[in-house]
Each structure stands twice: as C-alpha cells, then as structure tokens.
C-alpha cells in the first residue's frame, strides 16, 4: 500500500478518526484516503477565490450575460452527453451487464423492471436513455420493454400507452430530437416521490434501506462502511465512485459524473483495455479458490 506524508493539521477528519500514521509532526496516509487532503486544499483555495470574486462582484453584476450564465452554473453539466453510442450491446447480456457495469442508479431500476415487470415515467426514461446511450438499439428496447410490460398487461395496451415512449426516447417521434441520457447531476436533482425508484440512491434512498441494498449484493463490511460514509456526507458521486470499486474489486478512485461514464470505464476493465490492481486480499481468495461474488463474472488474468 502507498503512503503519502503530510502535515497533521492538514488531515485532522482522519487524525480524528485514527485513520492515519502520527509521528514527528506528520501524517501517513494511505493512499484509499488521500481525497482527504485534496479536499483540505480544495476548500483553502476555495475560499480564497472567492475572497477575490467579491471583490469582482459589481463589474460583473453589470454584465446580464455572465449574471444568467453564473446562476446556471451549479446545474451545468459540460462532459460527454453520450448520446451516440460507440457499440451495440444484445439485450441478451444486461442482466449480466447490470451486475458488473451498471452503476448503482441503473442496477436498481434493471432489478426493479424484471421483479414488477413496470416502471413508473421517470423510471423508464432515465433507464431508457442509458440503454440507448450504452448502445442498445431501438429494436432491441422495444423488443425489451415489450417483453417485461406484456407480463403484467396485454400486448395491444403496451403498443398504444408505452410504446411512444421508447420510440420518442430515440427521435423518433415528437420533436424527434436525439435525446441524451441523464448526468449525475440531473439524476441528482430529480424530483422523486413515492413508489419511484429512479434518482440517485446515495440522495434518494433511506441509508438503512441502501446499506441492506449493499449488504444483499455481498460487498464487504468496509466497502459498504466506505460507501455509506460518503452517502452520509453528501459526497453523492463520490460514494458511486467507491461502489465503482467494491464491484471490480479495486481502488481506482474513478471521479463518477455520468452513469454511462461508469458503464464505459467498468467495460474497459472488463475488456482489458483498462489495466487496475486487483486487492491483495481477492487476489489471496483467488489462489485458494474461494468464491468472490461478481469476481466470476470477469476474468481475473485478464483484469490483472
């Protein structure tokens, strides 16, 4: 494991919470705790910056155009919109996919869908733009979205009520505009009520219900431990980019901002085009031929 050495005072979440190595002066951090001292500087040169844009604040209020621009910042999103898909991805392999490559927001609602064989509106179109943007095709979602409706209703109500939406989704109907599946960000500050499962579940989900959620998939006590922590804290991104990592059984510390992002990144590692280290101890279980759950379903010399 790697260390880093810096000064106490520059870490005293951790020092409070004896995470860390004292001695001389100095803090040795283990390299899976090290956000927190780039959040430490983060907030320090936070606060400066803003200390100067104050400073700043009447010449710009002037200026209407960086006023609306500003207002909206906090709810932009400026990465990749992933609405045209790189591959096709069968239809036939997203229960496999949903286990090991989807985040968590997408998990759940795939669970959801084949258990009640419906979704609610909001459900169906956060869930229906991420399979267009992994590469699902428009056949293929009608093909699975008939396949799970027409369990619970007639064939002829799904055509009529639900089918305009998949084929809307795509552009092609409506406006038909090439619609791009939702960021973090959006899932985020979705509204949720009741009965819906989309959003995010580190925002929108009971922490006691998301823990039992984590602990029925069979991560261990300190990855959910970790996953819940930052759920606690509000770090909602941060928390799926530690679920990134109980999945594939690493420490990538990957910065999550749009689920299809996760799906792209967890693929690669799949594929072996993304090479991580595998923890000591899968690796140990690994050599003794225990069972890992989820590790079966990638193939170890090739993510090592």
């Known amino acids: ?7 106490f005072f520059e870490v005293l979440d951790l020092v409070k919470m004896r995470k860390v190595y004292l001695s001389g002066g100095y803090a040795y951090i283990p390299h899976k705790d090290f956000i927190s001292v780039l959040s430490a500087q983060y907030r320090t040169q936070l606060k400066q910056s803003l200390a100067v844009a104050c400073h700043h604040l009447g010449e710009i209020e002037q200026d209407e155009r960086l006023v609306s621009l500003l207002k909206g910042l906090h709810q932009s999103y400026s990465g990749n919109d992933y609405s045209d898909a790189k591959a096709v ?4 392999t997203l ?8 985040p968590l927001c997408m998990r ?4 959801q869908l084949r258990a009640a064989h419906h979704l609610k509106h909001g459900g ?16 293929d ?10 369990k619970i209703m007639e064939l002829d109500k799904f055509e009529k009520q639900y089918a305009y939406n998949v084929r809307y989704n795509y552009g092609k109907e409506g406006s038909k505009r090439n619609y791009s599946p939702f960021s973090c960000l959006k899932i985020i500050n979705n509204t949720v009520g009741p009965g819906d499962c989309h959003g995010c579940p580190y925002r929108h989900c009971d922490v006691g219900i998301l823990k039992n959620r984590l ?3 069979g991560f261990d006590a300190q990855a959910i431990g970790e996953i819940i922590d930052m759920t606690k804290k509000g770090h909602f991104q941060i928390a799926c980019s530690k679920y990134f990592d109980a999945v594939h059984h690493c420490d990538v510390g990957l910065g999550i901002n749009h689920p299809n992002q996760y799906f792209e990144e967890s693929q690669k590692i799949a594929k072996g085009e993304i090479k991580v280290e595998i923890k000591k101890e899968v690796q140990k279980a690994q050599l003794k031929k225990e069972p890992i759950d989820e590790l079966d379903e990638m193939d170890f010399d090739e993510a090592m």
């Open 1 to 7: 494991m790697k260390f880093f050495k810096v000064k």
């Open 89 to 92: 991805i069968p239809i036939e």
């Open 141 to 150: 979602s009608l093909r699975f979205w008939r396949e799970e409706f027409t």
């Open 95 to 102: 229960d496999s996919l949903a286990v090991k490559s989807f």
């Open 124 to 139: 169906r179109l956060q869930y229906g733009l991420f399979l267009k943007g992994i590469g699902v095709t428009l056949e």
């Open 108 to 111: 759940q609602l795939h669970d």
């Open 215 to 217: 602990q029925g998939y």
